[in-house]
């Protein structure tokens, strides 16, 4: 299937569909999705641009991730799958609703934010300043802006205690990195996408998963998404920063398993 995004599936039964963050790749689901399979059909794309994905060709605006994630469910024949988001893989899934090519399936949003900046009337983001900086430091030395943002994904008592882990491995594994021109444009995206107004328009049962300590995501970003859709369920984590699926694997598996269970 040409241009189709590269994937792995594993498991059986409902499927379950995990969309990756920021400049990173399907391998950081390692120990989480393999524990979905149990139960799932788990499906782990990398994104154009990112991954064994890398060499799919831009642009990489946020609308051409969303139809990427929905041409893959077409040319794959998923009934309505479990869409997991973690990060701007959340921002995927909220432009898939946009676009109307989300389907009706639950939802299950890890460390996601309607908008990573600070905006009038809403509080939960980053300072602009603070990501633009980022930006122009990806934009002027790749390898040093990567290393400034991979040093945000988790607390520092995680980065110590998850340091063998093969998920924050394949996190923090350089010849993993992104095509820089997917990276610097994504990133751009996050600056300027403001999904807000999507939000509340979400009509299927949701899961909010969010660490207290995320310094990507802030802690208020789930809060706000949570109120926002209708009827969503809330679970902050404590002492967590934005791998919760990593460095808090077995609470959240219990969730989202338990959500599954409720919604099916």
């Given at each position: 299937?040409?241009?189709?995004?590269?994937?792995?599936?594993?498991?059986?039964?409902?499927?379950?569909?995990?969309?990756h963050?920021?400049?990173?790749?399907?391998?950081?689901?390692?120990?989480?999705?393999?524990?979905?399979?149990?139960?799932?059909m788990?499906?782990?794309?990398?994104?154009?641009?990112?991954?064994?994905?890398?060499?799919m060709?831009?642009?990489?605006?946020?609308?051409?991730?969303?139809?990427?994630?929905?041409?893959?469910i077409?040319?794959?024949?998923?009934?309505?799958?479990?869409?997991?988001?973690?990060?701007?893989?959340?921002?995927?899934?909220?432009?898939?609703?946009?676009?109307?090519?989300?389907?009706?399936?639950?939802?299950?949003?890890?460390?996601?934010?309607?908008?990573?900046?600070?905006?009038?009337?809403?509080?939960?983001?980053?300072?602009?300043?603070?990501?633009?900086?980022?930006?122009?430091?990806?934009?002027?030395?790749?390898?040093?802006?990567?290393?400034?943002?991979?040093?945000?994904?988790?607390?520092?008592?995680?980065?110590?205690?998850?340091?063998?882990?093969?998920?924050?491995?394949?996190?923090?594994?350089?010849?993993?990195?992104?095509?820089?021109?997917?990276?610097?444009?994504?990133?751009?995206?996050?600056?300027t996408?403001?999904?807000?107004?999507?939000?509340?328009?979400?009509?299927?049962?949701?899961?909010?998963?969010?660490?207290?300590?995320?310094?990507?995501?802030?802690?208020?970003?789930?809060?706000?998404?949570?109120?926002?859709?209708?009827?969503a369920?809330?679970?902050?984590?404590?002492?967590?920063?934005?791998?919760?699926?990593?460095?808090?694997?077995?609470?959240?598996?219990?969730?989202?398993?338990?959500?599954?269970?409720?919604?099916?």
């Open positions: 299937m040409p241009h189709i995004l590269h994937h792995h599936i594993a498991g059986s039964g409902k499927p379950l569909l995990l969309i963050g920021w400049a990173m790749h399907a391998g950081v689901w390692a120990g989480f999705s393999d524990r979905l399979a149990e139960r799932c788990t499906i782990t794309p990398d994104l154009r641009g990112h991954g064994m994905s890398r060499s060709a831009g642009p990489f605006p946020f609308e051409q991730h969303a139809r990427d994630v929905a041409a893959l077409e040319q794959l024949d998923l009934r309505d799958p479990v869409l997991l988001g973690w990060s701007m893989g959340v921002s995927i899934i909220l432009k898939m609703y946009e676009l109307g090519c989300a389907g009706s399936a639950p939802l299950v949003l890890i460390s996601g934010n309607p908008s990573l900046v600070r905006r009038d009337g809403y509080a939960s983001g980053l300072a602009p300043a603070a990501v633009r900086r980022l930006y122009r430091q990806v934009g002027r030395d790749f390898a040093a802006g990567m290393q400034a943002f991979l040093g945000l994904l988790c607390t520092a008592e995680e980065h110590g205690r998850f340091s063998a882990d093969a998920a924050y491995l394949a996190a923090m594994d350089t010849a993993r990195w992104p095509d820089p021109a997917a990276a610097l444009e994504t990133l751009a995206c996050l600056q996408e403001d999904l807000r107004p999507h939000v509340p328009r979400i009509p299927v049962p949701s899961l909010v998963l969010h660490g207290e300590c995320d310094e990507i995501c802030l802690s208020g970003a789930g809060r706000c998404l949570a109120e926002t859709i209708p009827g369920r809330l679970r902050m984590l404590p002492d967590t920063g934005h791998m919760p699926f990593v460095t808090r694997r077995e609470r959240v598996l219990e969730e989202v398993f338990d959500f599954l269970d409720s919604v099916s």
